[in-house]
Nanobody, 121 residues
Framework: QVRLVESGGGLVQAGGSLRLSCAASGPTISTYAMAWFRQAPGKDREFVAVSSRPSIRYTDSVRGRFTISRDNTKNTVYLQMNSLKPEDTAVYYC????????????????WGPGTQVTVSS
């Protein structure tokens, strides 16, 4: 079983940056897909980015601003968020699934508790 814990959230002004981390304990993440989702108040949980085989993918609204990366030696995945906008405000969740997992939340088996990101205008 994989346990995930996110960190790095906080309050930032529009245009600022944050770097989220997700540390995994248990099996190595090297063969798993690692993804970030987010959920704003009153909205469904939405896909943000995934690092899986065969590629890295982003949702359109963050492409060019966010970067997902992973350090398999540390069993950690990151989300670098630049040029943040108020509409990026949400709880951000890390998730892991089978290596070919995509942008559906139902493809992911394990989730972290989430970290709050608030972007002020």
């Amino acid at each position: 079983q994989v346990r995930l814990v996110e960190s790095g959230g906080g309050l930032v002004q529009a245009g600022g940056s944050l770097r989220l981390s997700c540390a995994a304990s248990g099996p190595t993440i090297s063969t798993y897909a690692m993804a970030w989702f987010r959920q704003a108040p009153g909205k469904d949980r939405e896909f943000v980015a995934v690092s899986s085989r065969p590629s890295i993918r982003y949702t359109d609204s963050v492409r060019g601003r966010f970067t997902i990366s992973r350090d398999n030696t540390k069993n950690t995945v990151y989300l670098q968020m630049n040029s943040l906008k108020p509409e990026d405000t949400a709880v951000y969740y890390c998730a892991t699934g089978r290596e070919f997992s995509g942008n559906s939340r139902y493809e992911y088996d394990y989730w972290g508790p989430g970290t709050q990101v608030t972007v002020s205008s």
